[in-house]
């Protein structure tokens, strides 16, 4: 009998570190005991959910996309309003890329959260990182903390909310994919804001993820298979 302490449940996005994530959970858990859980929220790039569901096809494990198509509604950003393009440079009042969505995290993780709960799921685990990222402040440890303790009030539950790579640098994250045997999965992953395949190689996404690879001396299968 397994109790909901024995399952997580992982944001997969199709991407290189969602998808470090989930093995590293399968790694915790057990494939059996972790599902894995990805938003059609207007994304641009449906090609991200698509690497989703085939990486959770391959690995075992349930799999679930709840659509919320709110996000696009709220206009002003270049991941899903296809008005405004993908810019590398970051805006001058706020710091942060545009391909920030105000909120996204803190509603995914929601969402999740009351995913787990119907499910008797006790563990949230997301690919956010607040070394070497984009400087979203939602993929911070201590907005994490907050709202952990917000969904824990408002649920009445003891959801944990994990961040594996919450302090590990692309290079180390690379090394943890290796280390866990997740690299074949890599080459399936979706990376590049400009939705391309084979990647474009010079959006912000594309290049963050490059310089990982290139640091832990390990070749991106993602290249090698396009
Ligand atoms: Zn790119």
Known sequence: MTSRADKALVLLSGGQDSTTCLYWAIDKYGADRVTAISFDYGQRH?????????????????????????????????????????????????GLPNSFVPGRNLIFLTYAAAYAYQHDIGHLVAGVAQTDYSGYPD?????????????RLGMESDVQIHAPLMQKSKKETVELAR????????????TCYNGERPPCGQCAACLLRAKGFEEAG?????????
């Open 139 to 151: 993929c911070r440890r201590e907005t994490l903390d907050s709202l952990q303790e917000t969904l």
């Open 218 to 226: 390990i070749g991106d299968p993602l290249l090698a298979n396009s």
């Open 179 to 190: 280390d866990l045997g997740a690299l074949d999965a890599m080459g399936e992953t979706h």
């Open 46 to 94: 449906r090609v991200e959910l698509e690497c989703a569901a085939k990486i959770a096809a391959t690995v075992g494990v349930t799999y679930v996309c709840l659509p919320i198509d709110t996000f696009s509604a709220l206009g002003g950003d270049a991941l899903t309003d296809s008005e405004v393009q993908v810019q590398n440079e970051l805006d001058s009042v706020t």
